[in-house]
């Protein structure tokens, strides 16, 4: 990989990294903790998610759009749209709530209960965030300078990556038992935040990018269109199938709470030790 960005990219590069790690191992130590098998999809979700962030911020698409505003909106389209999908079907959360201990278990929980975060996480806020960040970016006078300064790219990927998270854990929900806004709210969001990256591109295509060259002008807005139109749908098409999912997610979670009770409270003692009336 080509890394960009000098320190930010040294550092994004050991966060991916880390996160991959403490995911691979918590899933990996579901059996230990004699709880059901961590589903290998989820796994590979987060996995492919953390590489197509890599990819925009520290790999070859993030170096080339640091020159070129069609792969620059390439780039947005992975890691605000490609990548929250993936990381949000990974079930971190999830995975967390099985795997974390009582007291970060606790902190987590008041994280996720705070009035800022559920702000946040309201639907409407989100997708208001999300693309009123594309908007600004690609209508104002900053498109260009970001793709000629790598410093200033990552941190414009970075925040899409974030809004991008905001926005699909919005309307695809984070975990299971988490409650979500309702469908059609949703559904309508959805529908509106793609109407209006539409629009965008249109604008884009018609009036041009401040600082950028006419040519890269329409694929760049065509790639911008297309992006949230797949992005619309794939969402659509999780949300359509949520009943089923939550009903596999109680399943895993009467699973797990059926394992947790059959549990021993500690290790068995061996023949040898029960003889000698040695304490485990």
Known sequence: MHSHGGMLGTFTLIALTLAG???VV???GQRRRG???WPIPRTVAWIAGLVAVAAVLVGPLGHAGNH???THVLGHVVIGMVAPVLLVLGSPVTLARRTLEPVPLQRLGRLAGNPLTKA???PVVAAVLAVGASWLLYTGPNAAESTRDPGLHSVVMIGFLLVGLLLTAAVVGVSA???RSPRWLRIAVLALSTAVLGAEAVLMAVDGVPGIAADQVPSAAAALAAGAVLYALVLGAVVATERRRDERAAREEQDVLTA???RPAGPVPSTDQVRSGQQV
């Open 68 to 70: 070129d505003l069609t």
């Open 35 to 37: 709880q059901p098998a």
């Open 21 to 23: 790690a403490v995911y």
């Open 26 to 28: 918590g899933a990996a």
């Open 120 to 122: 946040l996480a309201f």
């Open 260 to 262: 947790r009770r059959t």
């Open 177 to 179: 038992g988490i409650r």
